[in-house]
């Protein structure tokens, strides 16, 4: 079986699940089956490294192609990234900062992703959804729904390939000259930008996007990130305090993780609906496999417009949210929110001590972190990860045009 919906159990090869009905308050996510015993490579390109685990690495050598020419095909669409962005994909940097581990009180890994392809890792979710479309011979334009850095990255990866790409974004998205959509809010709830984005595939476009229930496959490019991270500490890390905005990166990093650390995810107090669900999982007494099927007595969109400095986290749905929930509740983990004060703090704190130049978003889950140091919740001596995911603004390159 290659992928299977963590819904409704259906086998399917594709982008979404093919029980998916309106209406039918089940939470199908078609999510690639993973071996995390399957051999690693010394290559330094995570798409490389990591293939034997890949969903497209399996479709495309059951389709009776070779491992060669899979590395050729990875190969060849991460030199057509480079030309368009000035780099390609490769490990990026775990490090520890003294000043940081002091501030916390623990060792704090900084997992930095601002200097991956497009500034953030959004670029890994949809590298691994394009070798996806590759592998089976995918026709079709693109489409996604964002409110930006998902959409730079698929707007490089778009440029490097050819294809034409529709970018459903909100008002005042920082796109350079993408192509794109400009959604605004219209009284109608949930999000815009991904009601377009619905309507666009529902047309014949390839989800090209971040999230899971319209694409699993996005799920695995998160999932390199852990995985890299497991080679370089291979003794573990006690906990991992991620930033949620429609949870696909949790949902990716929680299936690699093996053994699972102490999950704690982050929301703003703009917008936490999967703060929400967890505190209704646990007022029922349900375990996140049996809420599958009840979807929106947790899930639904937040009411209001959501606003934060961290922009890039305000999802009106954590749309990846039962995968991310589960991982919580098996780990002991907490759905952290985290003020505006503390967010602001946390990126001045991650600037200072680290010299990286992150962003609101990208330091949201030092903010989370902070409000468990803050509580006596950090064990001195203990090992936590935090992910920088996104460059500030004065870093993150400008976005090509999009071709079409
Ligand atoms: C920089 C950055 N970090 C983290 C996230 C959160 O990822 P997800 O939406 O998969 O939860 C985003 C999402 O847009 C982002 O742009």
């Known amino acids: ?130 070798l996806v479309v590759a592998a089976l011979g995918a026709d079709g334009d693109l489409a996604i729904a964002s409110c930006g850095n998902a959409a730079r990255a698929a707007a490089v990866l778009a440029a490097a390939t050819g294809r034409s790409l529709t970018a459903f974004v909100p008002p005042g998205a920082e796109m350079g000259a993408i192509a794109t959509h400009v959604c605004s809010r219209d009284g109608e709830p949930g999000d815009p930008c991904y009601r377009r984005f619905r309507e666009a595939v529902a047309g014949g476009a390839i989800p090209f996007s971040c999230q899971g229930p319209d694409n699993g496959f996005a799920l695995e490019g998160a999932s390199t990130i852990a995985w890299e991270v497991a080679e370089a500490r291979p003794a573990g890390v006690d906990r991992v305090v991620v930033q949620v905005g429609g949870g696909a990166l949790a949902s990716g990093l929680a299936r690699a993780f093996d053994p699972l650390p102490v999950f704690d995810t982050v929301q703003t107090s703009g917008a936490h609906p999967l703060e929400r669900a967890l505190r209704r999982l646990r007022e029922d007494g349900v375990t996140a496999g049996e809420a599958a099927r009840h979807r929106s007595r947790y899930m639904w969109p937040w009411e209001g417009e959501p606003r934060s400095v961290a ?5 009106d749905e954590t749309y990846d949210w039962l995968a991310v929930a589960g991982a919580m509740r098996a780990s002991g983990g907490t759905a952290l929110v985290a003020d505006e004060a503390t967010l602001v703090e946390a990126h001045r704190l991650a600037r200072r001590t680290t010299g990286i130049d992150v962003d609101e978003t990208g330091s949201a889950g030092l903010a989370g972190l902070l409000l468990l140091a803050r509580a006596g919740a950090v064990a001195a001596g203990s090992e936590v990860l935090v992910l920088f995911t996104g460059a500030g603004r004065d870093r993150a390159p400008s976005p090509p045009g999009t071709p079409g």
Do not use: M
């Open 1 to 130: 079986v290659i992928v299977r919906c963590a819904g409704c159990g259906a086998e399917h090869v594709g982008w979404s699940c093919p029980q998916r009905r309106a209406g039918d308050n089940i939470d199908h996510v078609l999510v690639p089956e993973v071996d995390l015993a399957a051999p690693v490579t010394d290559e330094e390109n995570p798409f490389l490294r990591y293939r034997r685990r890949l969903a497209s690495y399996r479709l495309w050598r059951e389709a009776g192609r070779d491992d060669q020419s899979f590395v050729a095909l990875v190969s060849e669409l991460d030199a057509a990234v480079a030309r368009v962005a000035g780099t390609g994909f490769r490990r990026t940097r775990l490090t520890f900062f003294p000043a940081l581990d002091e501030a916390i009180g623990a060792r704090v890994w900084v997992k930095d992703e601002t200097a991956n392809v497009a500034g953030s890792h959004k670029a890994r979710h949809l590298f691994g959804l394009l």
């Open 311 to 315: 922009g890039g986290i305000i999802d």
